[in-house]
């Protein structure tokens, strides 16, 4: 493949070449690959999208320029991206990015093709929400190139340019960590594999808001139909009342909780405090119909026996369940 000269004295593989890769077939062209995450500014669990801002980087060796250029006097110069070979990267996770720089390229004297882009914008994400609000989760960039296979091109971190800004702009998560992966994606359309890179970003739910949001308030209304328990098995409406106004109040609570996550088809940590919670709630309205059933029969000491070990093992029931479901 020729490499020729335009008026400007720019050195370019004709775009009307198919254009092949800078190696021959035999050997593998190394990419290496940077990307520095700007910010980080809100992961939606609803929708399961992140907003994010980042830079990306890539720079690959191609002998065809620096055979041609490292014969006379050659300063860098940029080019339009289409004129020169590329890996064809696709990321293919994106929902909606924007791109902020020009396609183009630089190239210097020794034959190093880079590339610079900051995109901005939606990915998707896959979010594991069966510890939630204890949860972390892994928000990922993923690279794909749907021209070349992992033995034809190989993709390498650029550890000094791979990085996160200090100052995101996401609460209530804290960063972990972060980590690349370069490997094979398998098309199962075209039963073929491309070579593929994650770039990987832990990160970690502040649970304490929601221990407060949710665990406590919970709490406050079992611990409100214990009273039920401590009331006179003869006053039966104050019993029946508040029985009745704690389930009522933990449905409604639960129904607004869940508008903050999507629809899925296991239970959250906090799917089962609540559920667990409304069982607790249901059996001390079971047991205020039951204490007066048994003292219109004549059995008072019996309902106060139950009384007693109830208004005990519910709190201690509670707190087992909320120590099984976010800790365990």
Not at 23 to 30: L, M, S, V, Y
Not at 125 to 145: A, C
Request: aromatic share 12%; with cysteine.
């Amino acid at each position: 493949m020729a490499v020729t000269q335009d008026k400007k004295k720019h050195w370019f593989i004709p775009h009307d070449q198919a254009i092949p890769r800078p190696n021959d077939d035999p050997e593998i062209t190394q990419i290496l690959v940077g990307i520095y995450t700007l910010d980080l500014a809100k992961i939606n669990e609803v929708e399961q999208t992140v907003y994010i801002d980042f830079y990306l980087g890539l720079q690959w060796y191609d002998a065809r320029f620096d055979s041609v250029l490292s014969n006379g006097n050659f300063s860098p110069y940029q080019c339009k991206l289409e004129e020169v070979w590329h890996p064809n990267l696709h990321i293919i996770n994106q929902r909606h990015l924007d791109k902020e720089l020009e396609e183009i390229v630089h190239i210097n004297s020794q034959g190093i093709v880079t590339y610079r882009q900051r995109f901005y914008g939606k990915l998707a994400t896959t979010l594991n929400l069966k510890r939630f609000p204890f949860d972390e989760q892994i928000i990922k960039i993923e690279l794909i190139s749907f021209s070349y296979s992992p033995e034809e091109i190989h993709f390498i971190e650029a550890e000094e340019l791979n990085g996160i800004s200090p100052e995101i702009s996401l609460v209530n998560w804290s960063i972990e960590g972060l980590s690349t992966h370069s490997h094979a994606h398998y098309l199962q359309p075209e039963q073929q594999d491309y070579a593929r890179f994650d770039y990987q970003i832990k990160v970690k739910r502040h649970s304490s808001f929601y221990a407060w949001r949710v665990l406590f308030p919970v709490a406050l209304i079992v611990l409100m139909s214990d009273l039920v328990f401590w009331l006179e098995p003869t006053q039966i409406i104050p019993q029946i009342t508040l029985a009745t106004a704690t389930m009522v109040s933990l449905i409604t609570y639960q129904f607004i909780l869940r508008q903050e996550l999507p629809k899925m088809n296991y239970l959250t940590a906090e799917d089962k405090v609540i559920v667990g919670s409304m069982l607790l709630v249901f059996i001390a309205l079971v047991e205020s119909v039951t204490s007066i059933n048994l003292v219109a029969g004549g059995y008072r000491e019996l309902a106060l026996y139950l009384d007693d070990i109830l208004k005990w093992l519910v709190p201690i029931l509670f707190m087992s369940l909320a120590a099984f479901a976010f800790w365990v």
